[in-house]
C-alpha cells in the first residue's frame, strides 16, 4: 500500500499539469470580453450621478434655492394673480343655460310685491332688481342660484309677514308720524335667513326705497382693513376709511335712479371743495375717490336723506352676532376696541336699537348666522327673551358664569319690550304646500327628475328636518348633481 507522501506528491504532480495546460489554451485561444470597462475606467471621479446629492457635512445647514426648470409661466402649475384666489371664492353665478325655462313663473313688480296673493307662489326678479342686488352684495356663494335659469325666491309665509311690515311703514309715512321698523331675522341653520333678506332688499329695490346694505358684517370686524380714530370724537370712535369708501360705492350703483335726479340742498362741511352746481352723485363720488373723505361724505349724503321728501330708507345688515361683541381691531392701550366704536356700526346699532329713527320712516333689518357666526351670550339672551314673549312661555335666565356685554345687552334692551318696533322674525321650516311649490319650481327646471307627488313631498320634506329649505335643495337637486 502506497504511503501518504506518494499519495500527495502525486496529487501535486497532476495539479500542475492542469494549470500547464490551461495556460497553453488561455494563448492559443482568442480574447474575447463580454463588457467594456473603458468608460468606467476613464470617467471623471468627481462627477455625481443625477439626482443624487451628497449627504451635507455635520453641522453644516443647506438649503436648496434651485427653482425647477419644468415649471414655466404659461404652465398650470404658475401661482394665482394677487386677488384671484379671493375672487374665484366669491364668484357668483346666478344662472344657468342648462336648465330649461319655467314658462310659468311670474316676476315680482312695484304692484304686485306687496300683494298677499303671492304666497306659496315661486316668483322671478326683474333685472334691474338683479343687478341692485348684485352691487350691494346680496347673493351668497352658499345659495343654489346656479342651478337655474334665472333667480327666482319662494315667497313663503316668512316673506308675506316681512311684506306686510313694508306696507305699515309706507302707510305710516303717509301720516304724520313716520314709523322705523325694526327686526331681526333668526332661525335655524340653513332655514332661509339670508334669502329672506335678499328678499326684503329686493322688496325695498322694487317700492323705490334708498337701500344701504351692510354684506357680511364680519368684514368690518375683523381687522383686514385700515382705521384711524375719529378727531373730536367722545368716547373715542374710530373711523374705516377704505371700508367706508367701499360701502359709499355699492350704494351709489345700486340706488342709480335716485342719485340721477338727486341734488344737493344742504351746506355741508368737507375736507375736499365740491365742484360748482354739482348733484348729489359727484359728493358720493369724491367719498369714493378720496377714502380719507369718505366718512364726512357718508354723514352729509345722510343728511341729505334725512330732509322732508326724501324716499324712506332700508338699512340692512348680513351676520349680526360679529358686531355684537369686541372687533380684532385694537386701541392706543392695545386693547380691543367694542364693534360699537367703530363708526359704520355705530351708526347702524343706533338706529336698531332704536336710539335714532330714520327721519322719513323705513326699515332696519338684521340677520342672524348660524354657519358663520361667533358666540354672542349677550345676542342670545335676548332673541330668546323675545321669544319667550311672544311664546308667552317662562323667560330664560342669564348664566352667572357667562361674562356679560352691556354693551350689547343694552342695545337690544327693546327685545324685551312687546311695545317696541323692535322685534325678532324667526325663520322656520316650509309647510308641505310651500314644499311642493318649490319643489314643483325644480322639477320644471329640469333639475328634479321624479314626479312631484303627495308622497314623495311628504318623505323630501321629513328628510329635510321638517321642511328645512337648505335640506331641501340639498336632497331634491345637489345629491342628484
Not at 311670474?106 to 342686488?133: H, T, Y
Not at 368716547?235 to 344737493?264: C, V, W
Not at 349724503?301 to 385694537?330: D, K, R, V
Request: aromatic content about 6%; hydrophobic content about 40%; charged content about 25%.
Amino acid at each position: 500500500m502506497p504511503s501518504a507522501n506518494c499519495l500527495r506528491s502525486f496529487s501535486q504532480l497532476s495539479l500542475d499539469a492542469t494549470a500547464h495546460s490551461t495556460a497553453a489554451s488561455r494563448f492559443l485561444q482568442p480574447r474575447v470580453a463580454c463588457f467594456s470597462t473603458s468608460a468606467a475606467r476613464h470617467a471623471n471621479p468627481q462627477m455625481k450621478k443625477k439626482g443624487m446629492t451628497a449627504a451635507p457635512k455635520k453641522g453644516v445647514k443647506t438649503l436648496n434655492t434651485k427653482k425647477s426648470k419644468g415649471a414655466s409661466n404659461n404652465d398650470m402649475g404658475k401661482r394665482p394673480a394677487q386677488g384671484e384666489r379671493k375672487a374665484q371664492r366669491k364668484r357668483i353665478v346666478l344662472s344657468n343655460n342648462n336648465a330649461l325655462e319655467v314658462s310659468s313663473l311670474k316676476d315680482l313688480s312695484k304692484a304686485n310685491v306687496l300683494s298677499e296673493a303671492n304666497q306659496g307662489l315661486v316668483m322671478g326678479l326683474p333685472e334691474p332688481v338683479v343687478d341692485a342686488l348684485r352691487d350691494v352684495e346680496a347673493f351668497k356663494t352658499t345659495q343654489g342660484w346656479s342651478f337655474f335659469r334665472r333667480p327666482a325666491v319662494l315667497m313663503r309665509k316668512e316673506a308675506i309677514q316681512l311684506v306686510q311690515l313694508f306696507k305699515e311703514a309706507e302707510d305710516s309715512a303717509a301720516g304724520a308720524t313716520k314709523r322705523t321698523i325694526r327686526r331681526i331675522l333668526t332661525g335655524e341653520r340653513k332655514g332661509g335667513k339670508s334669502t329672506l333678506l335678499l328678499q326684503g332688499l329686493s322688496t325695498a329695490f322694487l317700492r323705490q326705497w334708498f337701500v344701504i346694505n351692510l354684506p357680511e358684517c364680519q368684514d368690518i370686524v375683523n381687522a383686514h382693513t385700515d382705521y384711524a380714530p375719529l378727531e373730536g370724537s367722545k368716547p373715542i370712535q374710530y373711523t374705516q376709511d377704505t371700508y367706508t369708501a367701499g360701502l359709499l360705492s355699492q350704494t351709489l350703483k345700486a340706488n342709480k335712479a335716485y342719485f340721477e335726479k338727486a341734488t344737493i340742498t344742504q351746506k355741508h362741511e368737507l375736507p375736499v371743495t365740491l365742484p360748482a352746481k354739482a348733484k348729489l352723485k359727484d359728493l358720493v363720488a369724491i367719498g369714493i375717490a378720496n377714502a380719507e373723505a369718505s366718512w364726512p361724505v357718508f354723514k352729509a349724503l345722510w343728511t341729505e336723506l334725512s330732509q322732508p321728501g326724501q324716499p324712506q330708507i332700508l338699512l340692512a345688515a348680513e351676520g349680526l352676532s360679529h358686531i355684537m361683541q369686541n372687533s380684532e381691531y385694537m386701541n392706543a392701550d392695545v386693547k380691543r376696541i367694542h364693534a360699537h366704536d367703530l363708526t359704520i356700526v355705530r351708526h347702524f346699532v343706533d338706529h336698531l336699537s332704536g336710539a335714532k329713527q330714520l327721519p322719513n320712516g323705513g326699515m332696519v333689518l338684521a340677520a342672524t348666522s348660524k354657519s358663520n357666526a361667533p358666540t354672542s351670550p349677550a345676542l342670545d339672551f335676548r332673541i330668546k327673551s323675545a321669544e319667550a314673549l311672544k311664546t308667552k312661555t317662562e323667560l330664560p335666565q342669564w348664566n352667572p358664569y357667562t361674562a356679560v356685554d352691556m354693551r350689547t345687552m343694552d342695545a337690544l334692551k327693546d327685545l324685551s319690550d312687546p311695545k317696541a318696533d323692535l322685534d325678532v322674525l324667526e325663520v322656520g321650516g316650509l309647510s308641505k304646500e310651500e314644499a311642493r311649490s318649490i319643489m314643483e319650481y325644480y322639477a320644471e327646471s329640469g333639475m328634479l327628475r321624479h314626479q312631484v307627488n303627495d308622497s314623495f313631498v311628504t318623505e323630501k320634506w321629513s328628510l329635510a328636518g321638517m321642511g328645512n329649505i337648505g335640506e331641501l335643495e340639498k336632497n331634491s337637486v345637489r345629491t342628484r348633481l
